[in-house]
């Protein structure tokens, strides 16, 4: 099988005497590389409040947010259970683990969800922090494969459902930036008044 045969010689890769990555990718996988992601929401809301196009800007950035957390329950709750199937590290005898290996359905997996959703929001935000988001997004991707947790389609999968999820709820972008519009004309009505 192709996508069994890759997983297993990227996971091979992890084998304890390579020490290839072993001290970057574990973090990586896990949190570290969602948490650089939010970090580039938050910059990309920050260089958006000094645009003329602010409220668009704070919208992309609340949907996003909303995005990555409704993708992921989303899929913890009623796509992966419907998908099911069992984690190639659960399955493979051979599988090289450096994290605990989870007892939920891989496909789609919910890192992979959570950081599809936010780099498409990223790319809808800016080209520049976009394109940062997705190279770290394939490098969290490979990373989740290289610790042994999930299969290269599982990743894939993920980071389809999140994006697609993310430039759904994106489309709402123009009602929400109207009414952040009006709160922000109110607020500086009342500061003025």
């Known amino acids: 099988m192709v ?3 890759s997983w297993y010689v990227l996971n091979q890769t992890a084998q304890p005497g390579s020490r290839t990555a072993h001290g970057i990718l574990p973090g ?5 590389g969602m948490i650089a992601l939010v970090g580039l929401l938050v910059i990309g809301w920050l260089r958006g409040r000094d645009r003329l196009d602010a409220p668009h800007a704070s919208a ?4 996003t947010g909303l995005s990555a957390v409704f ?3 989303l899929n913890h709750n009623v ?3 419907l998908i099911g199937g069992a984690r190639h590290c659960q399955a493979g005898p051979h599988a090289e683990r450096l994290l605990a290996c989870a007892r939920n359905s891989p496909v789609p997996g919910d890192h992979a969800v959570i950081v599809g959703a936010l780099a498409a929001g990223l790319l809808v935000l800016s080209r520049r922090l976009g394109g940062i988001a997705v ?4 490098v969290l991707a490979l990373g989740r494969v290289y610790i042994g947790v999930q299969n290269p389609s599982d990743t894939a ?4 459902f999140g994006a697609i999820i993310a430039l759904s709820l994106l489309s709402l972008t123009n009602c929400v930036s109207a009414l952040a ?3 922000s004309r109110r607020r500086a009505h009342g500061i003025v008044a």
């Open 60 to 63: 992309v950035v609340i949907l």
């Open 79 to 81: 796509i992966a259970p």
């Open 157 to 160: 999968v993920g980071l389809a």
């Open 28 to 32: 990586d996988a896990t949190w570290i």
């Open 135 to 138: 190279g770290l997004v394939l």
């Open 71 to 73: 993708s992921v329950i």
């Open 3 to 5: 996508v069994g045969h």
């Open 181 to 183: 519009h009006r709160l």
